[in-house]
T-cell receptor
Framework: GAVVSQHPSWVICKSGTSVKIECRSL??????MFWYRQFPKQSLMLMAT?????????EQGVEKDKFLINHASLTLSTLTVTSAHPEDSSFYIC?????????FGPGTRLTVL | GQQVMQIPQYQHVQEGEDFTTYCNSS?????IQWYKQRPGGHPVFLIQ?????EVKKQKRLTFQFGEAKKNSSLHITATQTTDVGTYFC???????????FGTGTRLKVLA
């Protein structure tokens, strides 16, 4: 139980385009999901907390207009990287809170050319 | 802001040797969680410690929460190649379910 999926698993896009990443809790409902970014050989940096039915809470230094988060249902949160640039290339991981534990999705590797 | 540091950053051990990673928080924690991330994979929850001085074991892994609830450790006895990966501790941040991840310790086991 407690499975979280992410789609796509990897994406390559041109600079200036927008990319949407989906995070789904498959067998439980999650009112709270989290979005992390992880650069190679570094730790997970929390970007924002996604709350179902309300605005996301962004961490300091994360541009909310660049990283749009929508949590429209209890099983789906989306992260849209708008006007992506090469410095946005990273591994993006979501997690969903369930029974005091976070369950992580498999991650999405974004490469911006 | 809240910081969670881990040492060492990297550790290479021969298979069969023991390994320990230490986690230190700048603030007192209500609980601490440990995760393992295999190369190319995503973090997988290992355990949560809640009580001061708590010790929990999972086969060859021993987790300890400090008396002051500001530090924790993970000890692996007789490492195996399957133990390779990065081990993260994570402490609660401000906000429900929110956790701040430690800097991680990357373990390499040499056969």
């Amino acid at each position: 139980g407690a499975v979280v999926s992410q789609h796509p698993s990897w994406v390559i896009c041109k600079s200036g385009t927008s990319v949407k990443i989906e995070c789904r809790s498959l067998d439980f409902q999650a009112t709270t999901m989290f979005w992390y970014r992880q650069f190679p050989k570094q730790s997970l940096m929390l970007m924002a907390t996604s709350n179902e039915g309300s605005k996301a809470t962004y961490e300091q230094g994360v541009e909310k207009d660049k990283f749009l988060i929508n949590h429209a249902s209890l099983t789906l949160s989306t992260l849209t990287v708008t006007s992506a640039h090469p410095e946005d290339s990273s591994f993006y991981i979501c997690s969903a809170a369930h029974s005091d534990t976070q369950y992580f999705g498999p991650g999405t590797r974004l490469t911006v050319l | 802001g809240q910081q969670v540091m881990q040492i060492p950053q990297y550790q290479h051990v021969q298979e069969g040797e023991d390994f320990t990673t230490y986690c230190n928080s700048s603030t007192t924690l209500s609980n601490i969680q440990w995760y393992k991330q295999r190369p190319g994979g995503h973090p997988v929850f290992l355990i949560q410690l809640v009580k001061s001085g708590e010790v929990k074991k999972q086969k060859r892994l021993t987790f300890q929460f400090g008396e002051a609830k500001k530090n924790s450790s993970l000890h692996i006895t007789a490492t195996q190649t399957t133990d390779v990966g990065t081990y993260f501790c994570a402490g609660p941040g401000a906000g429900t379910y929110k956790y701040i991840f430690g800097t991680g310790t990357r373990l390499k086991v040499l056969a």
